[in-house]
T-cell receptor
């Protein structure tokens, strides 16, 4: 099946720093979604992207749909302690039903 | 406006027993997806259903697992004769639109955590 490569696997940053993570696929996607998951909870949708090149913001979060349609990026500016968690990308192929998920980026913010 | 509701949140079963996990989608959503998550891993697709129809079950194990989404009531993921390897978090997600609409977002429930002793 489809494999989404998400990197980095983990990040340890100081409060106030910016964060970048990305996801790449082996096939073309028509939708990218970014989620945050806290321990013991379900994934919470952060940003949805539907067009190549699209850049969308949600507060301090910004995500982009790569122009090749095989990648996506998530940036978090001025990180705060509550940003701690695991971030997942998810993408769907043009004729697909399911969303494939990345392996996650674990973010730790040091106050 | 309630989100996706799953129950039970935690379920303990002995090997050989049956597990039933329930999911009520968000109001107005008729598309339901089930995913499984093992510790320290991402979510793996299992099945996609619309009301009364299984659309894509390519991620479901061939044996012991079944899913339904009846005309009335929640979607059910059923695991018969559970084994220790079935221990995982099972998440349900719902969407208002079909995948072909190209604008469907997935909203997840809190998950059901199955432990098989």
């Amino acid at each position: 099946g489809q494999q989404l490569n998400q990197s980095p696997q983990s990040m340890f940053i100081q409060e106030g720093e910016d964060v970048s993570m990305n996801c790449t696929s082996s096939s073309i996607f028509n939708t990218w979604l970014w989620y945050k998951q806290d321990p013991g909870e379900g994934p919470v949708l952060l940003i949805a992207l539907y067009k190549a090149g699209e850049l969308t913001s949600n507060g301090r979060l910004t995500a982009q749909f790569g122009i090749t349609r095989k990648d996506s990026f998530l940036n978090i500016s001025a990180s705060i302690p509550s940003d701690v968690g695991i971030y997942f990308c998810a993408g769907r192929e043009v004729t697909g039903n399911q969303f494939y998920f990345g392996t996650g980026t674990s973010l730790t913010v040091i106050p | 406006n309630a989100g996706v509701m799953q129950n039970p949140r935690h379920l303990v079963r002995r090997r050989g027993q049956e597990a039933r996990l329930r999911c009520s989608p968000m109001k107005g959503h008729s598309h339901v997806y089930w995913y499984r998550q093992l510790p320290e891993e991402g979510l793996k697709f299992m099945v996609y259903l619309q009301k009364e129809n299984i659309i894509d079950e390519s991620g479901m194990p061939k044996e012991r697992f079944s899913a339904e989404f009846p005309k009335e009531g929640p979607s059910i993921l059923r695991i018969q004769q559970v084994v220790r390897g079935d221990s995982a978090a099972y998440f349900c997600a719902s969407s208002a639109r079909a995948p072909s609409a190209n604008t469907g977002e997935l909203f997840f429930g809190e998950g059901s955590r199955l432990t098989v002793l």
